[in-house]
């Protein structure tokens, strides 16, 4: 996207969510949640390791990393630490040899289904439109 058409024009209130004639501090006050969600969920990995928990419930840690090629075991659990931090997913421990850990995706954590399946449909249509895929 080219950002150098919006950092030039003039703030247009009617651009902001909920519309109307608001002031661009209010504008900014309702892009704070915009802004809180792309912090989450930021980074290469975390929505990919969201969506591997809805399509599969719990996950042990070399399950995720076998279903995320690419993802460095390092890289894999700073993703789970910071999402579990966020209430996305839960971590268990289960006292057996060797120990095991799994992951789930907590009630909260299922709330961002509609809005990964929306950016998913959204992904497929610029696929489309930009590659004609």
Request: aromatic share 6%.
């Amino acid at each position: 996207m080219d950002t150098s058409t919006l950092q030039d024009t003039k703030h247009d209130t009617s651009q902001c969510p909920g519309g109307g004639a608001i002031k661009h501090k209010e504008c900014a006050q309702h892009l704070l949640p915009i802004k809180d969600t792309l912090e989450v969920l930021s980074g290469k990995w975390k929505i990919i390791i969201i969506m591997a928990l809805l399509h599969g419930n719990k996950r042990r840690f070399k399950e995720l990393q076998r279903e995320l090629p690419g993802i460095t075991g390092k890289v894999l659990s700073k993703e789970l630490k910071d999402l579990e931090q966020n209430n996305i997913l839960t971590r268990s421990v289960y006292d057996t040899a060797p120990i095991t850990v799994e992951y789930q995706l907590t009630a909260y954590g299922y709330t961002l289904r509609d809005a990964l399946f929306a950016l998913h449909k959204w992904g497929s249509e610029h696929r489309r439109v930009i590659m004609g895929k």
